[in-house]
């Protein structure tokens, strides 16, 4: 794992200023604490940190082919570089080291801008061709590597692994994008290609972006989809064997490494999946690494112990305080833009964890979007029935009626809090999934915006995020187009952002074996009764797994990995809370109503209401603006069509 930087001019040769170049590497030094390296030449500057996993004496970066005319910087892994090898030597390519990066630059000559439909892994990458006078950028299939670029005035474009990179530059616009604010305050983050700055924009996973010197910058270009047919005819008992063989050979890539190599496990049943599939392909003892809470409505260390012992793993466990509240500066600074994810938290001190004892941990991330494990898809699949018997021009009025007349109810039990199923009810299928992910609905962003800055939003919605997907998931089956929808969105906006920057910032390497692209294709042609049965959801993955899991590891109700917002914003962080909500710095962004701001923090510490999630979402924003400084100030209208 590593980062990576650079410049290209667009139009002519000009020689990049060394300190800038050498800035732009140094910010991401954690991304690659072991070695650094730069190439230069006229319109060209690459950058890169390395953190060396595969090859340890030979695989410094920028690498270059058999005459020096492409270089690549690379962050990630290639898989199959193994396999690929061969079949490049016979197609007469020398290579001169072990690295999987090599593989990179004779596969760009050799298959060109198809390369990266024969890697298998996680990666993001940029390849410079001087005889092509061509810059190649591309991100992996499942956006699990970030890549951020910037075309900026004068036709130099930038690019980096983190925003911060980015951000060294003079030129970057860095006026807040009002359109990147709606999606922040509806989805937790700001959805791809945005970036919260209107003059930034992220690489989408799965896509490559061709820049010819003298040529227009083009739009990026996909290169893969995962398609929903669920017309794989294959029973039960097939399904289960094929998945643990799948299984198998996903962990088995991801265990090739030069250096300590180990697991988290949290007790859940993706992660002791992982680490029970380790254990069957090691001869030695598996590392493991949890993280344990002091309050036990959080707690799922006694299922990871289970799972541990059973295994006989180096199991490591460190207990995370109920008040562990000091990362919240450090965490908005971490993710460069306002990002909401509150279960950052305990992801960053497993992360630290493991960095103790390993340089490699696989997670079992990704699980719940390919293998249909989100309760929300439950619930989605029931209420789809229901659209399903009335038209919509029936819901509409009357579910809508009946959820503006119900009373918000968080203190009630879950059975009468109907009030959001009404609303969702009212809508269409993308419309009411939109509204059952989002950390402020529609009715709450309105009221929490100021009058200015809804006259910038110009009516946009964050819900075109969704539907932008929607209309290229192939399938109206119901499952499959939330599955789709949140491979799409959630997964690489929110889950993988923050493992990739947690880890990254302990100089950690993750690997994610249930986002194999060859499984979650796999897994996408199986009928969607296979995923959610009943009220069982991930119903194959777990069948699969009894014989190598505990019984109540596998059905036991899903914890999440959760910190006490609710307690924390009444009680240790009352005060904090009110001050960032009431004080000078959301105040000077123009954007928000200071009577809303007012309300939610009065209702949320009277017990009167639930608003912990709104609450820590304009606390993370808060401390954005605040650290970011420049920010600050009126906001100017600058949508930028995506």
């Known amino acids: 794992m590593c980062g990576i930087a650079g410049l290209f001019h667009t139009?002519?040769?000009?020689?990049?200023?060394?300190?800038?170049?050498?800035?732009?590497?140094?910010?991401?030094?954690?991304?690659?604490?072991?070695?650094?390296?730069?190439?230069?030449?006229?319109?060209?500057?690459?950058?890169?940190?390395?953190?060396?996993?595969?090859?340890?004496?030979?695989?410094?970066?920028?690498?270059?082919?058999?005459?020096?005319?492409?270089?690549?910087?690379?962050?990630?892994?290639?898989?199959?570089?193994?396999?690929?090898?061969?079949?490049?030597?016979?197609?007469?390519h020398r290579f001169h080291t072990r690295s999987d990066t090599e593989v990179i630059v004779?596969?760009?000559?050799?298959?060109?801008?198809?390369?990266?439909?024969?890697?298998?892994?996680?990666?993001?990458?940029?390849?410079?061709?001087?005889?092509?006078?061509?810059?190649?950028?591309?991100?992996?299939?499942?956006?699990?590597?970030?890549?951020?670029?910037?075309?900026?005035?004068?036709?130099?474009?930038?690019?980096?692994?983190?925003?911060?990179?980015?951000?060294?530059?003079?030129?970057?616009?860095?006026?807040?994008?009002?359109?990147?604010?709606?999606?922040?305050?509806?989805?937790?983050?700001?959805?791809?290609?945005?970036?919260?700055?209107?003059?930034?924009?992220?690489?989408?996973?799965?896509?490559?972006?061709?820049?010819?010197?003298?040529?227009?910058?083009?739009?990026?270009?996909?290169?893969?989809?995962?398609?929903?047919?669920?017309?794989?005819?294959?029973?039960?008992?097939?399904?289960?064997?094929?998945?643990?063989?799948?299984?198998?050979?996903?962990?088995?890539?991801?265990?090739?490494?030069?250096?300590?190599?180990?697991?988290?496990?949290?007790?859940?049943?993706?992660?002791?999946?992982?680490?029970?599939?380790?254990?069957?392909?090691?001869?030695?003892?598996?590392?493991?690494?949890?993280?344990?809470?002091d309050d036990p409505a959080f707690d799922e260390a006694a299922f990871a112990q289970q799972v541990a012992g059973r295994y006989r793993t180096n199991h490591y466990v460190e207990t995370v305080q109920s008040d562990d509240f000091e990362l919240i500066d450090k965490l908005a600074a971490l993710y460069d833009e306002p990002y909401a994810d509150s279960s950052a938290i305990p992801t960053w001190r497993v992360c630290q964890l493991a960095r103790k004892k390993v340089t490699v941990a696989l997670s079992g991330d990704g699980g719940d979007e390919s293998f249909g494990g989100y309760r929300r898809y439950r619930l989605h699949m029931m209420e789809e029935k229901l659209r399903a018997s009335l038209p919509l021009g029936v819901r509409r009025p009357m579910f809508g009626m009946l959820g503006r007349l119900y009373p918000k109810a968080d203190w009630a039990p879950r059975v009468f809090r109907a009030k959001t199923t009404f609303q969702a009810l009212a809508r269409d299928s993308v419309q009411a999934y939109f509204h059952s992910v989002s950390i402020l609905r529609d009715d709450l962003r309105r009221q929490l915006y100021s009058s200015t800055f809804k006259a910038q939003l110009g009516g946009y919605n964050a819900v075109d995020v969704f539907r932008r997907h929607a209309a290229n998931a192939g399938t109206d089956d119901p499952l499959a187009l939330v599955q789709y929808l949140d491979l799409k969105t959630y997964l690489v906006g929110d889950i993988n952002t923050k493992v990739d920057r947690a880890s990254m910032a302990h100089s950690l390497e993750v690997r994610e074996p249930l986002m194999d692209h060859p499984l979650v294709e796999w897994l996408a042609t199986l009928p969607s009764g296979l995923k959610v049965k009943g009220n069982e959801g991930k119903y194959l993955f777990k069948k699969a797994m009894e014989p190598l899991l505990p019984h109540e590891v596998l059905y036991r109700p899903k914890m999440g990995f959760a910190v006490p917002l609710v307690r924390w914003f009444r009680g240790p962080l009352k005060e904090r809370v009110r001050e960032a909500m009431l004080g000078g710095t959301l105040a000077s962004t123009g954007l928000f109503n200071a009577d809303t701001l007012r309300h939610l923090v009065d209702a949320h510490q009277s017990g009167a209401r639930d608003y912990s999630a709104p609450l820590w979402t304009l606390l993370m924003f808060e401390s954005f603006v605040r650290q970011s400084g420049a920010l600050a100030g009126p906001v100017e209208a600058s949508r930028v069509a995506v």
């Open 106 to 293: 004779h596969a760009w000559e050799e298959w060109g801008e198809d390369c990266v439909r024969r890697f298998r892994g996680m990666f993001a990458f940029a390849l410079w061709d001087r005889k092509r006078e061509t810059l190649f950028l591309a991100r992996d299939r499942l956006g699990v590597k970030p890549l951020h670029y910037a075309l900026l005035p004068d036709g130099t474009l930038a690019f980096g692994s983190e925003l911060k990179v980015l951000m060294q530059h003079p030129a970057l616009d860095r006026r807040i994008d009002p359109c990147a604010v709606e999606e922040y305050f509806a989805l937790g983050y700001v959805a791809e290609p945005r970036t919260i700055f209107v003059g930034a924009r992220k690489l989408g996973s799965a896509e490559t972006l061709t820049v010819r010197r003298g040529e227009p910058v083009p739009a990026p270009k996909s290169y893969w989809d995962v398609r929903f047919t669920l017309d794989n005819p294959i029973g039960l008992a097939d399904a289960t064997a094929e998945l643990t063989e799948r299984l198998r050979e996903s962990v088995r890539l991801r265990m090739i490494a030069e250096v300590p190599l180990g697991a988290f496990l949290s007790g859940g049943v993706d992660s002791s999946a992982v680490v029970a599939t380790m254990a069957g392909l090691s001869d030695d003892p598996v590392n493991t690494c949890s993280i344990a809470f």
């Open 11 to 92: 139009r002519d040769k000009r020689e990049f200023p060394r300190d800038l170049v050498q800035r732009m590497n140094d910010v991401q030094f954690h991304r690659g604490p072991d070695e650094g390296g730069v190439h230069f030449e006229p319109g060209v500057a690459l950058a890169h940190r390395r953190l060396s996993i595969i090859d340890l004496s030979t695989g410094q970066q920028p690498l270059f082919n058999e005459d020096g005319s492409v270089a690549v910087v690379f962050n990630g892994e290639i898989y199959n570089y193994q396999e690929l090898v061969p079949e490049l030597e016979r197609c007469g």
